[in-house]
């Protein structure tokens, strides 16, 4: 396995030790209010919820950036790099923050993450915010508006896992160099005309930028490794989850997300007419789901 060139010593930014001594960068929005955990996508940073940010959003929301991307060490033992490593990252993060119980914010491959967790302490976690993953077999979930067979999925998801190294630098170069500037400069139109530019606007530009800067090789080692995962039974899943699906996901199909919803006790299942990307596509929305999961959990109480 490949390492990504990162300077092994803690950087200026924000940051902790998980269990295994590898140093990771956090973030925490300085907020008051309910306590969430942000268990994003691979590779996504807190910026891909722009609402978050807000001083008034009425949470009080921490996330972290994952092993050996952005300012957060590669782990000294290299194979630690499992969703079950992940899970320990959040649970460092949620401990730094004095946070006993939460909700937890899950997005793609951060949905598995959010529910290993659980499934280890599932007396911490007051309710899931799932947005386009599941619990375990991420693999299994791909292509789904495509037609793919099933049985097709996995294999051709590690192949795609696999050809990142090489296609991810030429594309997201490509993106990175054309899309920022386009949405930069419709951010400042509408500024000028006194309108308000749309959450999402800044927070496209922020993420392409993130990815902008990934090694790609050990990007692509998160995500075959992540894909390892096996299904999972959630019968621990008792506190109250939101599972939220983008019908036109190529990366989780609807249907999929939807029967997940269905085996657990306590879900309610959102579609959206919206691909992966649902935390830019759908702020405003997706926030209110957060704060509509808060009443159904048991932190209710405290608002």
Partial sequence: ??????????S???GIRSSDGTWIRTWDNGAAGLPVVISNGLGAPPSAWPLLADPACGVHAVSWYHRGLDASQVPADLDRIAVEDHATDLEAVMDHAGMDRALLLGWSLGVNVAFEFARRHPERVAGILAVGGRAGDPFHILFGPTGVLHELREPLGRAG??????LGPPVVAGVSATLPPVLDGTEALL??????PPPGLRATSAV???FATHPWAWYSELVLAAGDQEPMDTAFATFP???VAGILDNLA?????QRTAQSLPDARYVPLLGGHFLPLQFPGRLHQELLDLADRSDLAVRR
């Fill in 1 to 10: 396995m490949s390492a990504p060139l990162v300077d092994p010593r803690p």
């Fill in 161 to 166: 896992a696999w050809a990142l190294r090489w």
């Fill in 253 to 257: 199909a609807a249907d999929d997300l």
């Fill in 12 to 14: 200026e930014a924000p």
């Fill in 241 to 243: 989850v939101t599972v």
């Fill in 191 to 196: 500024a000028l005309s006194g309108l308000r």
């Fill in 208 to 210: 392409i930028r993130e």
